[in-house]
């Protein structure tokens, strides 16, 4: 009894642990992995601010500038990830994005964002497919992870800054659009 209760558990969380982050819409999806293109279409970013932010509305980007720098982002890796498609009618992406802006303890230089988004594929009859990520935060490669650790330990990650946070997330999200289809 104990040996089918352990083999049906063990297999339970094998089929969890190989669920797939995206969800159809369109059985079978009209999607093709690497070769459906796409445009940035409606992108919504929910900002708040974390704790610990001084005087953050006269050196950061507002909720309307970060829309824009993600639209222009997610542009830029689409293009770069040969995923872009020159005509706005055909495949679109919509995020929802919220994005918590967090400080450094002086108040003065932020930390990394911590992120979640949506994604939806929609074409003109409807929505393809979606995807997203709750909860998580920029990770760039080893030696620029430390030296980007070393700017905000010493308070010097700044507005500047943000907009490679931005390109990271929109990276992250394109990497993912770029795994979806058949």
Not at 34 to 40: D, H, L, S
Not at 67 to 91: D, P
Not at 117 to 132: C, I
Request: aromatic share 10%.
């Amino acid at each position: 009894m104990k040996f089918k209760v352990s083999a049906a558990l063990v297999g339970l969380l094998f089929l969890i642990g190989c669920a797939s982050p995206y969800t159809y819409h369109v059985n079978p999806t009209p999607i093709k992995k690497g070769e459906t293109k796409y445009t940035v279409g409606n992108v919504e970013v929910n900002l708040t601010l974390g704790h610990g932010g001084k005087n953050v509305e006269e050196k950061y980007t507002n909720e309307e500038q970060l829309t824009e720098n993600f639209k222009v982002a997610l542009g830029k890796q689409l293009q770069e990830q040969g995923l872009f498609a020159a005509s706005k009618n055909g495949t679109k992406l919509d995020l929802s994005i919220d994005y918590k802006r967090t400080f450094h303890m002086t108040g003065n230089s932020l930390h990394k964002p911590e992120v979640s988004f949506r994604a939806t594929v929609r074409n003109d009859q409807g929505n393809l497919a979606s995807y997203g990520k709750s909860r998580f935060t920029t990770a760039y490669g080893t030696f620029e992870e430390m030296a980007v650790n070393v700017e905000i330990v010493s308070g010097n990650w700044g507005a500047e800054d943000e907009l490679k946070d931005v390109d990271q997330i929109a990276n992250f999200i394109v990497m993912m659009l770029a795994d979806l289809g058949d």
